[in-house]
């Protein structure tokens, strides 16, 4: 078999290292945590604000992280999921602006430091990514973005949509906006055929 990697964008400073963090912010997904990405495509979002710099990605292994971490999240963005498959568990983000970031959680009882392998060719970055069958819905996401998204909030419209939707309200939003949702929808029913073939 192959092997299957996901993506930790990290500071310059950390690499080839990554390390866990104390997360709370997801009920149901907290602990010492490692995020990483199921995205190869991500371009500037994760340029780090305080340090004016962007992030590089880091190739780490699924199956090393699977193999020692207690818990392994993946996220839904506008679907309600959840369920469980041996230590993986499927559930829905709050905030569903962060689609891109295509997040999958694994979470340690203790801290850890990973080593992992700097990815800096795109083309590298997509063909280690294949496994998981998202490439495809993850660039149409990724392109499309920039043709929704605001320039001081990003996809911050998905946020509000989501908690008016809560509230049994509507929220207006454009056609483009609900192609956007749309193609989110397929990419959490993909996520979801990934985590039951794994």
């Not at 400073?13 to 990483?36: C, K, M, N, Q, Y």
Request: aromatic share 14%; with cysteine; hydrophobic share 40%.
């Amino acid at each position: 078999m192959s092997r299957r990697y996901v993506i930790k964008y990290e500071h310059q400073e950390e690499l080839p290292f990554t390390r866990s963090r104390l997360r709370d912010d997801v009920s149901g997904a907290t602990g010492h945590v490692i995020e990483t990405s199921l995205n190869p495509f991500l371009k500037g979002y994760f340029l780090d604000m305080d340090m004016k710099s962007e992030r590089s990605p880091l190739l780490l292994s699924f199956d090393e992280l699977y193999e020692i971490a207690e818990k392994v999240v993946f996220f839904t963005y506008v679907t309600d999921a959840q369920f469980n498959k041996g230590k993986i568990v499927v559930m829905k983000y709050p905030y569903p602006a962060c689609i891109l970031e295509a997040e999958v959680r694994f979470i340690f009882s203790n801290p850890v430091r990973i080593e992992g392998r700097v990815c800096e060719n795109q083309q590298e970055l997509v063909k280690n990514m294949s496994w998981t069958k998202l490439n495809n819905v993850l660039e149409k996401l990724q392109e499309f973005s920039e043709e929704v998204s605001d320039p001081r909030y990003h996809l911050g419209w998905l946020n509000t949509w989501e908690e008016f939707k809560g509230l049994g309200m509507s929220f207006p939003l454009s056609s483009k906006q609900w192609k956007f949702i749309a193609l989110i929808k397929r990419y959490d029913m993909e996520l979801i055929q990934l985590v039951k073939s794994l």
